[in-house]
């Protein structure tokens, strides 16, 4: 996984992180959570994130498995927090402003999907945190070659799949999700901005 990331731009190179509010948003104190990086491996997309938008304000946290988060990587800061975490038990980290899962979803079937969907919305607080998913969002034909042979990898390695937006949408809908799907550069991964869908 770290090798293939530095083949595509990573999403903060492209996605409008300031314009879409993400930041001004954020209406915490220096102590308070900004951004969880939820199963984020050794921390790269935190380390990019912060690179990219330095006077984010609050904290960062660093979510995977124990024995990952212990090997994240030492240039992290201190405001970096690291918690050994279970995708399959309750969010620990309540009313982040973001959380953040690149390439988690697709590791899945729809109903372990919903699983994690429903810790994660049940951790954020309605009208103010944000999902941001960094996915591979199929077309529904004439895929290209790169997400086209993830499909087939996910098929063969985890019994899973490479969804098309029809599908994600779906699979959002059903865990109590609204969703804006941004189209990356080339044929990477897309973005899909979802908010807990709030009942009129």
């Not at 212990?70 to 995708?87: A, M, T, Y």
């Not at 429903?118 to 969002?137: C, N, Q, V």
Request: aromatic share 12%; hydrophobic share 40%; charged share 30%.
């Amino acid at each position: 996984m770290e090798g293939d990331r530095g083949s595509r731009p990573g999403w903060v190179e492209w996605f409008p992180v300031e314009e879409q509010g993400l930041l001004a948003g954020f209406s915490g104190g220096d102590e308070d959570v900004f951004l969880v990086d939820v199963a984020g491996g050794r921390g790269h997309d935190i380390k990019a994130f912060k690179e990219k938008s330095p006077h984010a304000r609050g904290r960062f946290v660093l979510e995977d498995l124990p024995h990952v988060v212990e090997q994240s990587l030492p240039e992290l800061e201190q405001r970096v927090g690291k918690v050994g975490f279970d995708l399959f038990k309750p969010q620990p980290v309540k009313g982040s402003r973001i959380y953040y899962m690149k390439l988690i979803l697709h590791d899945w079937f729809d109903e372990q999907s919903l699983e994690i969907l429903g810790h994660i919305r049940d951790a954020m607080t309605p009208g103010y945190s944000k999902l941001i998913i960094e996915e591979f969002i199929l077309p529904g034909k004439d895929c290209p070659m790169l997400p086209a042979m993830w499909d087939w990898e996910m098929m063969v390695i985890c019994n899973s799949f490479e969804r098309t937006q029809g599908r994600w949408k779906k699979l959002l809908d059903e865990a109590g999700f609204t969703a804006v799907f941004w189209a990356p550069p080339g044929d990477g991964q897309g973005i899909i901005e979802a908010d807990i869908r709030l009942l009129n």
